[in-house]
């Protein structure tokens, strides 16, 4: 164990050692602090707004305040939802209310806001609207549900990421200079605990931390981390794909393919293969979510609704809880009946809305919200559906030069046979009842 780690000036943890001072050491979030972005626009120009940092742990939501608090130079208040009430707020609103006629604006940040009630948000709105305070809260729920929507509209959300892997290696790569120069890890060790950490900054760095304390110095006293240790601190085998990535495409596709194929047992081992490595549940969720129409579909409709309720169950409850839920939709997907019906009908259909983007929508199933646009025949001689017995008639939605293109064609898999027939029924009444 090398004392360099521990002998060092401060105690703090390596994560707060790490945190970025100024916008440009800022490591992800490029969709909004990339130069020309708008919340770097905000901070250059010190027009900064009230706002909300939505987003997941460890993504740079406190570290962003800071900065915005630096840049502005504006007087900055850590604000726990935690650990705070009522009169809390009010002791702080009154040194906003000092430092305004200071002429000093005061930023803050509020931690979790989602977890003030209703009379504890409220506080904050009239000095909100006076400007005594710049309110950013950061919350990992959707503001939407989760915060009054009279403090909402005063407030503008960014919408935070999870860190890619290739961001949180370039951040450990900094991280293992600051423990000092003894210290080293080949770059699958770093994108083991990239992966390990599931676009969280925090815990990333933390780990890097547990692992380099826990390392042992050779007689030269140098520091390698190893996978032992590295599978040691996570209590799993350690996620070593090479460095394209090539291993963690081979098992999702084998996943994949596995589902599609009919194979639940092997569906299972191949989910097993990578949660058991260290793989965000979410990603395999999603390509659940992206299987259940790609490859069941309308054969049975049923599956979407379990992929997507896997989905939030997993962002519920995390690993291990949610293994069970993965598998129930893995074997969900592997024994329902298949259609790649849908993806063939979009396939061909995008393929023709590339060869023809300048094809005029026809005028009588155009909107006509203006006296103008119906001067001009917009909308004229739309028959409205359900102003019919049948709920359908025989008038045409496609281009004129797209007539007769049939994009989806239903198997008879599953369910999907009912909507086969069904096609065809209508499909004939239109034919029989075209002018």
């Known amino acids: ?39 770097r626009r905000i901070i250059e120009s010190d027009r900064v707004p009230s706002m909300i940092f ?40 009154r040194q906003a209310e000092a430092n305004k006629n ?9 931690d979790e806001i989602h977890r003030f009630n209703k009379a504890q948000q409220d506080a904050f709105l009239p000095f909100v609207e006076k400007g005594s305070i710049i309110l950013i809260g950061a919350t990992t729920e959707n503001p939407s549900f989760e915060i ?4 909402l509209s005063r407030c ?5 990421k999870a860190l890619r892997p290739e961001e949180l290696v370039k951040l450990l790569e900094r991280a293992l200079k600051i423990l000092g120069p003894e210290f080293s890890a080949d770059e699958k060790i770093l994108e083991a605990i990239a ?20 390392s042992e110095a050779d007689s030269e006293g140098r520091v390698v981390i ?39 047992d092997a569906a299972v081992y191949w989910l097993a293969r990578m949660l058991e490595s260290g793989e965000d549940p979410l990603y395999i969720a999603r390509r659940l979510v992206r299987f259940a129409s790609e490859d069941v579909g309308l054969a049975e409709p049923g599956a979407l609704a379990t992929a997507v309720a896997v989905y939030q169950a997993c962002h519920f409850l995390g690993m291990p809880e949610c293994t069970v839920h993965l598998t129930q939709a893995v074997i969900h997907m592997s024994i329902a009946p298949k259609s790649n ?3 063939v009908a979009y396939s061909s259909a995008r393929e023709d809305a590339n060869k023809n983007l300048a094809e005029p929508v026809p005028l009588h199933i155009r909107n006509a919200p203006t006296k103008l646009m119906k001067d001009l025949n917009y909308g004229k001689g739309y028959q409205y559906a359900h102003d019919f017995d049948e709920k359908i008639t025989a008038m045409e939605c496609l281009p004129d030069s797209l007539i007769g293109h049939e994009y989806y064609k239903p198997t008879e898999q599953g369910s999907e046979i009912h909507f086969k027939k069904r096609l065809e029924q209508i499909k004939s009444w239109k034919a029989s009842h075209k002018l």
């Open 1 to 39: 164990m090398s004392e360099s780690l521990f002998s060092s000036a401060s105690s703090e943890p390596l994560a707060a050692r790490m945190r970025p001072q100024v916008l440009e050491d800022f490591v992800g979030q490029e969709h909004l602090t990339a130069p020309g972005k708008i919340l």
């Open 54 to 93: 939505w987003g997941p742990p460890g993504v740079g939501k406190t570290t962003l305040a800071g900065i915005i608090a630096r840049k502005t130079k504006a007087a900055f208040i850590n604000f726990s939802a935690v650990t705070s009430g009522i009169k809390e707020i009010r002791e702080v609103m």
């Open 102 to 110: 200071f002429g000093e604006r005061t930023i803050l940040f509020v």
């Open 148 to 151: 009054n929507g009279a403090l």
């Open 156 to 160: 503008k959300v960014f919408v935070l």
């Open 195 to 214: 992966i390990f950490s599931n676009g969280d900054a925090r815990s990333a760095l933390s780990l890097l931390e547990m692992t380099a304390a826990n």
């Open 226 to 264: 190893t996978p032992e240790i590295l599978e040691q601190c996570t209590s799993r085998k350690s996620f070593l794909y090479d460095k394209n990535g090539e291993e963690h495409y081979n098992l999702i596709s084998a996943l994949h393919k596995s589902m599609r194929n009919s194979d639940p």
């Open 341 to 343: 019906s849908l993806y």
